[in-house]
């Protein structure tokens, strides 16, 4: 089956502590993207990569910081200088149609 | 990028057919309107796309004026499974970018 993953859906941090993300698809997708959602709000964008190799900051990339060594995979690490880590993530890829993971929920403690 | 505004909640009973109805003034010439769906806990998922007049699909319907300077997205015959938030984006995919900006969307919740 085609789609995407991401792995682990919760993910639990002690402050001050990096942690990474993991994203991975078989779509054969050039797109990759990552999303921040807090409860009751819309999709903000971290970062997005259109090629491998290549990544751009979205909206809100502050404190994060992504690679993409292949295609398939686009890996997000939430750093320490994230003031505010707490919340839903969501990795897409994709065109102008955008297939979204189903997410990893990060608390930090 | 065009900002896009849609009511924050909807109720419908079961059955009915629901219009939800996006702004978005300042609309590019080679942006697309997009409308996702997205359930608690879960990533969205594309309903539908349109640039103007009429897109009609197993999901639901888009129309779009001919100034484009809003939508509607029509779900025919609401059941329970369709409580969810509904997003409307204005899309630059017309023009080679693919950064999507979504909004708080609308609440839709559907009363047996």
């Known amino acids: 089956d085609g789609g995407i993953t991401q792995s682990p859906k919760y993910l639990f941090r002690k402050e001050g502590q990096n942690v990474t993300l993991s994203c991975e698809q078989n779509?054969?997708?050039?797109?990759m993207y990552w999303y921040r959602q807090d409860p009751g709000q819309g999709l903000r964008l971290i970062y997005y990569?259109?090629?491998?190799?290549?990544?751009q900051k979205g909206d809100i990339a502050e404190g994060y910081s992504v690679s993409r060594e292949k295609k398939e995979s686009f890996p997000l690490t939430v750093t320490s200088a994230q003031k505010n880590p707490t919340a839903f993530y969501l990795c897409?890829?994709?065109?102008?149609?955008?297939?979204f993971g189903p997410g990893t929920r990060l608390t930090v403690l | 990028l065009a900002k896009t505004t849609q009511p924050i909640s909807m109720d419908s009973y079961e059955g009915q057919e629901v219009n939800i109805t996006c702004s978005h003034n300042?609309?590019?010439?080679?942006?697309?309107i997009t409308w996702y769906q997205q359930f608690p806990s879960q990533g969205p998922r594309f309903i539908i796309q349109?640039?103007?007049t009429k897109v009609t699909n197993e999901v639901a319907s888009l129309f779009i004026p001919a100034d484009r300077k809003s939508s509607t997205l029509s779900l025919p015959r609401v059941s329970l499974s369709d409580t969810a938030v509904y997003y409307c984006?204005?899309?630059?995919?017309?023009?080679?970018?693919?950064?999507?900006?979504f909004g708080k969307g609308t609440k839709l919740s559907v009363i047996p």
């Open positions: 300042n609309i590019a010439t080679n942006d697309y």
């Open positions: 897409a890829s994709g065109g102008f149609e955008q297939f």
């Open positions: 779509l054969n997708h050039d797109a």
């Open positions: 990569s259109q090629i491998v190799n290549d990544f």
């Open positions: 349109g640039y103007k």
């Open positions: 984006l204005v899309d630059p995919s017309g023009a080679g970018s693919y950064q999507l900006t």
